[in-house]
Nanobody, 124 residues
Framework: QVQLVESGGGSVQAGESLRLSCTASGVTGSRYCLGWFRQAPGKSREGVAGIDAYGVTSYAESVKGRVTISEDNAKNTLYLQMNSLKPEDSAMYFC??????????????????RGQGTQVTVSS
């Protein structure tokens, strides 16, 4: 059974950094995809970043160069390091997982499993 639990959200000023964490249980094997998507009020879901079982990553153009996705397999934890945050990055951030799918960031928002989300608010 897959369970995803996010943490690390908060309120920051523009230009600051945050690191989101996601404890992922039941995500094993060579065909999994993990990632982060976000959703702001009144807006559609946006895939932010994805990573596959081999460590290959992908990012949305809107965050490329400011965001890094990584995982610590020993801790079963997925991370999203976000730097140089902007007010438009404010959203609920969700960790997501799936198996045997395309692991690009655009597809993360449609993954089968997701957590409850953690709120990120960036003020100018």
């Amino acid at each position: 059974q897959v369970q995803l639990v996010e943490s690390g959200g908060g309120s920051v000023q523009a230009g600051e950094s945050l690191r989101l964490s996601c404890t992922a249980s039941g995500v094993t094997g060579s065909r999994y995809c993990l990632g982060w998507f976000r959703q702001a009020p009144g807006k559609s879901r946006e895939g932010v970043a994805g990573i596959d079982a081999y460590g290959v990553t992908s990012y949305a153009e809107s965050v490329k160069g400011r965001v890094t996705i990584s995982e610590d397999n020993a801790k079963n934890t997925l991370y999203l390091q976000m730097n140089s945050l902007k007010p438009e990055d404010s959203a609920m951030y969700f960790c997501a997982a799936d198996f045997g799918v395309y692991c690009a960031s655009d597809y993360v928002k449609a993954y089968k499993y997701r957590g409850q989300g953690t709120q990120v608010t960036v003020s100018s």
